[in-house]
């Protein structure tokens, strides 16, 4: 199957990097439905999308047709079954949770036609992990954007060894439908590239941190002023949100077993207390205001 081919997309997760993603599509002209369980989540996202375009419209950056159109290519569901069943193309968007990833795709593999391509977003977790609960390995593949989605134009797409060349080509392709810039990873490995170059960074401003070295806010100044980052580690912990750090710390730990790569005590401290970010209006920094 080649880009040609791809006219249905299905988006399963309506949090903020899914909806995002439908949103991509769609005004790139692509069929998409967008797919989540938590219905207070799927309502949100569709009333992202009726508040984004008409403002996209308002900036002189989309005109009024083409604003109509791509929210007429878009609708959302709680049904898997109905969101999925004639993709083309699915890319998965939940919380970054091996097993939950798993039974996602095992679902996928059951409901979507023998061509469909099946994507995961993930940031950390290679597609070898996910492929084999599937009768398509072959179909199966990392397509991790970066967010924000509607303004990130990277997208790391990762090759494993059970991915074919026609997979990865068609999925770089609608990368660039996407107005987005794609990069081919020839080989699996954890982090992919970015994520490994910001977690080294991250990580050490965590430990600068948690050893009483410096406030937060300073390493942030030193990384932006220093280093000619948009944003500090802290800011950008904030943003991703500190709750996928939390579960990406774990679930690499749990699996390897490597206390190293235990989360953070003050990454523990809060994801207890739940401040996540912008997402609770409070991480590092404050946003109620």
């Given at each position: ?26 005004i790139a ?203 500090g580690p802290?800011?950008l912990l ?52």
């Open positions: 199957m080649g880009i040609i081919d791809v006219k249905s997309i299905c988006v399963v997760g309506a949090g903020n990097m899914g909806h995002q993603i439908a949103l991509c599509a769609a002209g692509f069929k998409v439905t967008c797919t989540d369980i938590n219905q207070e989540v799927l309502q949100k996202a569709e009333k992202f999308a009726d508040t984004y375009l008409p403002e996209r419209v308002a900036k002189g950056k989309l005109s009024e047709d083409d604003a109509t159109a791509a929210r007429a290519r878009l609708s959302f569901t709680g049904d898997l079954t109905e969101a999925a069943k004639d993709a083309d193309l699915v890319i998965e968007a939940v919380l970054e949770k091996l097993d939950l990833k798993r039974q996602i795709f095992a679902q996928l593999d059951k409901i979507c036609p023998a061509h469909t391509i099946l994507a995961t977003n993930s940031s950390y977790i290679v597609s070898s992990k996910i492929a084999d609960v599937t009768g398509r390995p072959e179909k199966v593949c990392n397509m991790h954007f970066f967010n924000p989605a509607l303004v990130m134009k990277l997208v790391e797409v990762v090759k494993g060894p059970h991915v074919s060349d026609e997979t990865a080509q068609t999925v770089m392709e609608v990368c660039r439908k996407m107005g987005k810039t794609p990069v081919l990873l020839k080989k699996e490995i954890y982090g992919f590239l970015v994520n490994r170059i910001v977690s080294a960074i991250k990580n050490e401003a965590l430990y600068l941190y948690d050893m009483g070295i410096a406030s937060y806010e300073d390493i942030d100044t030193a990384v932006v002023l220093a280093l000619g980052h948009p944003m802290f800011r904030d943003l991703t949100g500190i709750d996928l750090t939390y579960y990406i710390s774990m679930e690499r730990y749990q699996e390897t077993g490597d206390p190293r790569y235990k989360p953070s005590p003050i990454i523990v401290e809060k994801f207890l207390k739940k401040e996540w970010g912008r997402k609770t209006g409070k991480g590092f920094y404050d946003y109620t205001k």
